[in-house]
């Protein structure tokens, strides 16, 4: 670029879009194509994120934009976005009435339908940009020798490098010094699935409420799992009622749960999600686990949207409208509260039994595996509360660990900032009453 302030503002008077345009069959001074380039570093197009878009219909508008987009350049014979623009307005007969630059929505577009609905009459996506500056310099270096590979890669990162989104930091298992499971993950599904039916009662008049048989709950786990997909949400369940024909329950007798009350078990959301017919179907369920959860991350933490279709094309053979379903599928957001290896021990046993119960609940599965649920206490007697994240070190998520650190960064919070201000504050009483009355006996909280 121009050191002297005039030259600068002479290259800035340039219109890029031209240049842009004659860059690709023409010589440029190296100031024009920095100039050009430069206007690509301001423009660089949208990329999505899978992460933060997913939910938005944003991401859909931007999508039909795009797609419009690719049809409107092949009009044209624009072979690239810079020269669609600058036919555009090369086209223009009245200088007040030249065609728009930049993307806007509009509200009164018309769908291929004939429907009105807002959109983008275009919207440039990331890729466009992408390929504009690879076959702009492509172009050039036939005229410049000096454009060299190295320097092509430095720009190219330089415009259009974007940071990946940092991975949030993942909250300790209640048993075991490892990482939480993803809620996704197909052992936490499962977990949550035989938690959820070995807690059902059989209710008759008169009578205690009496477990279900093995037998009994291995029919209600087959038939949740072999349930028929359907596409509405919240539909894919099985009532109690149902639960109630299946095992043939006498007259007067019902199921209850012994912790809920609810008229349905949810089936495993992972399983009904990518098992649908217009994403994997049957062949789900004859993945392993192990597979299983390879596509479950890729589905959580790939960022880039068309690599990953890209790669479920490749890993599984399917077709791409496939493979993007596949990729859009909705999955449980979040962490379970026990790591894969706790999560297996508990599994095993919620689906074996004990000594004692054929059919255990979850509080009676940990003890098995040797663990207490509930029991928090160390036994030591301080002086003073300390900072709850000490206490609650599985309730949080993970600190530092450095002693240097201040308390919080040091032992992690809890990511609800109400409860971590609350906490606080009861902290904050509680020592002040120490301090003024000496160390209680007992303290009631009433909530």
């Given at each position: 670029?121009?050191?002297?302030?005039?030259?600068?503002?002479?290259?800035?008077?340039?219109?890029?879009?031209?240049?842009?345009?004659?860059?690709?069959?023409?010589?440029?001074?190296?100031?024009?194509?920095?100039?050009?380039?430069?206007?690509?570093?301001?423009?660089?197009?949208?990329?999505?994120?899978?992460?933060?878009?997913?939910?938005?219909?944003?991401?859909?508008?931007?999508?039909?934009?795009?797609?419009?987009?690719?049809?409107?350049?092949?009009?044209?014979?624009?072979?690239?976005?810079?020269?669609?623009?600058?036919?555009?307005?090369?086209?223009?007969?009245?200088?007040?009435?030249?065609?728009?630059?930049?993307?806007?929505?509009?509200?009164?577009?018309?769908?291929?339908?004939?429907?009105?609905?807002?959109?983008?009459?275009?919207?440039?996506?990331?890729?466009?940009?992408?390929?504009?500056?690879?076959?702009?310099?492509?172009?050039?270096?036939?005229?410049?020798?000096?454009?060299?590979?190295?320097?092509?890669?430095?720009?190219?990162?330089?415009?259009?490098?974007?940071?990946?989104?940092?991975?949030?930091?993942?909250?300790?298992?209640?048993?075991?010094?490892?990482?939480?499971?993803?809620?996704?993950?197909?052992?936490?599904?499962?977990?949550?699935?035989?938690?959820?039916?070995?807690?059902?009662?059989?209710?008759?008049?008169?009578?205690?409420?009496?477990?279900?048989?093995?037998?009994?709950?291995?029919?209600?786990?087959?038939?949740?799992?072999?349930?028929?997909?359907?596409?509405?949400?919240?539909?894919?369940?099985?009532?109690?009622?149902?639960?109630?024909?299946?095992?043939?329950?006498?007259?007067?007798?019902?199921?209850?749960?012994?912790?809920?009350?609810?008229?349905?078990?949810?089936?495993?959301?992972?399983?009904?999600?990518?098992?649908?017919?217009?994403?994997?179907?049957?062949?789900?369920?004859?993945?392993?686990?192990?597979?299983?959860?390879?596509?479950?991350?890729?589905?959580?933490?790939?960022?880039?949207?068309?690599?990953?279709?890209?790669?479920?094309?490749?890993?599984?053979g399917v077709d791409r409208?496939?493979?993007?379903?596949?990729?859009?599928?909705?999955?449980?957001?979040?962490?379970?509260?026990?790591?894969?290896?706790?999560?297996?021990?508990?599994?095993?046993?919620?689906?074996?039994?004990?000594?004692?119960?054929?059919?255990p609940t979850y509080n009676?599965?940990?003890?098995a595996c040797g663990w207490?649920?509930?029991?928090?206490?160390?036994?030591?007697?301080?002086?003073?509360?300390?900072?709850?994240?000490?206490?609650?070190?599985?309730?949080?998520?993970?600190?530092?660990?450095?002693?240097?650190?201040?308390?919080?960064?040091?032992?992690?919070?809890?990511?609800?900032?109400?409860?971590?201000?609350?906490?606080?504050?009861?902290?904050?009483?509680?020592?002040?009453?120490?301090?003024?009355?000496?160390?209680?006996?007992?303290?009631?909280?009433?909530?």
């Open positions: 670029m121009p050191a002297s302030p005039e030259a600068a503002a002479q290259l800035a008077a340039l219109d890029p879009y031209e240049l842009r345009a004659r860059g690709l069959d023409h010589p440029l001074p190296p100031e024009h194509l920095g100039r050009a380039l430069f206007h690509l570093n301001q423009r660089r197009g949208f990329k999505s994120n899978r992460r933060t878009d997913k939910d938005s219909n944003e991401g859909g508008l931007i999508a039909d934009g795009s797609a419009r987009l690719e049809q409107a350049m092949m009009a044209a014979s624009a072979r690239t976005y810079g020269e669609f623009l600058h036919k555009r307005r090369a086209a223009a007969t009245d200088p007040r009435a030249t065609f728009a630059v930049r993307t806007r929505i509009n509200p009164h577009l018309i769908d291929g339908d004939g429907k009105e609905q807002p959109g983008y009459d275009f919207y440039a996506d990331r890729h466009h940009l992408e390929k504009e500056f690879h076959t702009l310099w492509a172009a050039q270096v036939r005229h410049n020798p000096d454009l060299t590979p190295a320097m092509e890669d430095l720009l190219f990162q330089t415009i259009f490098h974007q940071r990946p989104l940092k991975a949030p930091a993942v909250g300790r298992c209640l048993f075991l010094e490892e990482p939480r499971l993803a809620k996704a993950h197909p052992l936490t599904q499962s977990r949550t699935l035989y938690e959820t039916v070995n807690m059902l009662r059989i209710a008759t008049p008169g009578q205690p409420k009496r477990r279900l048989s093995r037998d009994q709950r291995d029919q209600i786990v087959i038939a949740l799992n072999n349930r028929k997909i359907l596409a509405a949400p919240g539909k894919n369940v099985l009532t109690l009622a149902a639960i109630g024909k299946l095992l043939k329950l006498r007259p007067g007798e019902a199921f209850s749960l012994e912790t809920a009350n609810r008229d349905a078990i949810a089936c495993d959301p992972v399983r009904m999600s990518l098992a649908y017919d217009g994403r994997f179907g049957p062949q789900w369920s004859a993945l392993s686990v192990a597979s299983q959860w390879e596509l479950i991350q890729r589905l959580r933490d790939d960022q880039d949207g068309t690599a990953l279709v890209d790669w479920i094309m490749e890993r599984y409208d496939r493979a993007r379903a596949i990729a859009d599928a909705p999955l449980p957001e979040g962490f379970g509260r026990l790591g894969e290896t706790a999560t297996r021990a508990v599994l095993a046993v919620l689906i074996d039994g004990t000594a004692e119960q054929e059919v009676e599965a940990v003890a207490d649920h509930s029991r928090l206490g160390t036994g030591e007697v301080l002086d003073r509360l300390p900072y709850y994240g000490q206490v609650l070190d599985r309730h949080v998520l993970p600190g530092t660990g450095r002693p240097e650190d201040d308390e919080i960064t040091r032992f992690g919070r809890i990511t609800n900032p109400t409860v971590h201000i609350g906490l606080g504050q009861v902290r904050r009483l509680v020592n002040k009453v120490i301090e003024v009355w000496g160390r209680p006996h007992e303290i009631v909280v009433e909530l």
